[in-house]
C-alpha cells in the first residue's frame, strides 16, 4: 500500500509562486511516473505534469515554461514548482503514482491541495 501526502497549497496572487510537494510512503518495488494533476470547479481533472522513473518530464501545454516537476530521493517525494501563475491555474492539485505491478500498473492518489490564485 502507498499513501500520498500533499502540501503547499494556499492563495497567491497572479504572477506569484508556491511549490507543492507529495510526499510517499509504503512499499514500492517499481514506479512507472509521479503525476501531478488539477481539477478545477465544474471541470474534468486534467494532467498537469509527469516524471519517469528515467527522469523524462512532460507538461500540458498550458503550465510549460512555468511549472517544473521534480523529484527527491528517489520516489520518496515530488516536487511542483509553479511560477507566474494565473487564475486559471486555480484549482485542486493531486498528486499521483503509477506504480509498476507486473503485468498489471495501479494509481495512487493523494488527497488534494487548494490551489488559488486571485486576480
Known amino acids: 500500500q502507498v499513501q500520498l501526502v500533499e502540501s503547499g497549497g494556499g492563495l497567491v496572487q497572479a504572477g506569484g509562486s508556491l511549490r507543492l510537494s507529495c510526499s510517499a510512503s509504503?512499499?514500492?518495488?517499481?514506479?512507472?511516473?509521479m503525476n501531478w494533476y488539477r481539477q478545477a470547479p465544474g471541470k474534468q481533472r486534467e494532467l498537469v505534469a509527469s516524471?519517469?522513473?528515467?527522469?523524462?518530464?512532460n507538461y500540458a501545454d498550458s503550465v510549460k515554461g512555468r511549472f517544473t516537476i521534480s523529484r527527491d530521493n528517489g520516489w520518496k517525494t515530488v516536487y511542483l514548482q509553479m511560477n507566474s501563475l494565473k487564475p486559471e491555474d486555480t484549482a485542486v492539485y493531486y498528486c499521483n503514482y503509477n506504480v509498476n505491478l507486473y503485468p498489471l500498473a495501479r494509481n495512487y492518489w493523494g488527497q488534494g491541495t487548494q490551489v488559488t490564485v486571485s486576480s
Open positions: 509504503g512499499s514500492i518495488v517499481s514506479i512507472n511516473a
Open positions: 516524471i519517469t522513473s528515467g527522469g523524462s518530464t
